[in-house]
């Protein structure tokens, strides 16, 4: 009895703080606020989706939550700007409950408060939560699927990465994995396997067939797209030590075989690694699709440096006082850098609010529209 009972006050913390997340969310938009393009056009869908209508055409790349999330809303007449700008601010606070608990599980507070903190130095991650881009919603599902898969909650796992995958391909061989363990261990599943497959497919395919035409517009507008040169592989996590942390959080967790410190590490890995062949592959491999990625690694990179000083100081005060202070002086080192970026990406924000509203593109015909 005492495990259900300390279940069920899980649980409970987590719907409180889920609730708490939402609330606070409503409550930033009381403050003047902006959204990027991406963001306008998803909420321009739900509305023609409210209407009977969709025409993806001339706007940015389609992604079926954030009009399915918005089309109940502009149906009871409603703003589905305000609705996707609750939901993405209450996943980026979500995130950082989820990354403090994910992290807390092997490393304590300690960890969890670095988790967090590495989280919200992530580069551009104040732009991200405050204009409406998916991430914050990828990083809180990737997050909540990891957290889930570790307690061998599949349904949930798959719920979340049906979510995610949604809003980014990369998300999809994260569920077909998730799907045939899933399929394997839990027969009674199976339905949501297959359900979970069809809607992404029927989804993704079927929204740009409606709304422009061609089932394949979005990926050939992706593959055509001018995008700045960066690097598909670069995770940006807030300081060097944090990679440090990553190492032995890896080798930590290879050679007890914990799948508590390697899930994260791979499900991370995997995402890194299929940004960067879809780069190869032609689609815009943009920093900021890093960022679950970047995510997991900040989550690993605390436990790890936790790790860390905890084994400097079952050698002694001295041994522990020195890793601290190395490790600070070399966080220090990199976090001004970290911290002029987050300045920047505040007056970005500002610089949006103050810019006039969005309008759909016009473009001649074939010219491809840029993705999201």
């Known amino acids: 009895m005492a495990v259900v009972a300390s279940g069920r006050r899980v649980v409970g913390a987590g719907w409180v703080a889920a ?8 409550l930033s938009l009381l403050a003047p606020h902006a959204l990027i393009y991406d963001a306008w056009s998803w909420s321009l869908w739900a509305r023609e989706l409210a209407d009977g209508t969709l025409d993806t055409t001339g706007l940015s790349g389609w992604k079926p939550l954030p009009p399915l999330v918005g089309a109940p809303v502009a149906l009871l007449g409603g703003s ?15 995130a950082a409950v989820l990354a403090w608990a994910l992290a807390a599980r092997r490393g304590g507070w300690p960890a969890g408060l670095l988790a967090v903190i590495l989280l919200v130095l992530l580069a551009g991650w104040p732009r991200y939560a405050a204009e409406g881009y998916s991430e914050p919603v990828v990083v809180a599902l990737l997050l909540g699927a990891v957290l889930a898969a570790l307690d061998e909650r599949h349904g949930w796992t798959l719920l979340a990465l049906t979510g995610a995958a949604l809003l980014r391909p990369e998300a999809w061989p994260l569920l077909a994995v998730a799907g045939a363990w899933a399929w394997r261990a839990r027969p009674d599943l199976r339905w949501a396997v297959a359900a979970a497959g069809a809607l992404v497919a029927v989804l993704w395919i079927g929204g740009e067939w409606i709304g422009s035409g061609d089932p394949l517009a979005g990926s050939d507008r992706a593959r055509a797209s001018r995008q700045p040169p960066g690097s598909p592989l670069g995770v940006a996590v807030p300081f060097a030590p944090a990679w440090a942390g990553v190492a032995v959080t890896a080798v930590a967790g290879w050679r007890s075989r914990d799948r508590e410190l390697l899930l994260p590490v791979g499900v991370a890995a995997a995402w890194s690694l299929t940004v960067a062949a879809m780069d190869l592959l032609g ?14 690694w900040s989550v690993a990179g605390a436990v790890g440096l936790v790790a860390l000083v905890r084994a400097a100081r079952a050698r002694g005060p001295a041994a522990a006082a020195a890793a601290v202070a190395a490790l600070a002086a070399v966080a220090v080192w990199f976090g001004v850098g970290r911290l002029d970026r987050v300045a920047g990406d505040v007056q970005a924000v500002a610089d949006r609010v103050a810019a006039p509203p969005p309008r759909r593109r016009a473009r001649a015909p074939g010219a491809p529209a840029p993705p999201a």
Do not use: M, S
């Open 283 to 296: 689609y815009p491999g943009l920093d900021r699709f890093q960022v679950p990625a970047a995510a997991l």
């Open 80 to 94: 589905p700007a305000a609705a996707w700008l609750i939901v993405e601010r209450a996943a980026a606070l979500g």
């Open 19 to 26: 609730g708490a997340c939402v609330l606070v969310a409503a």
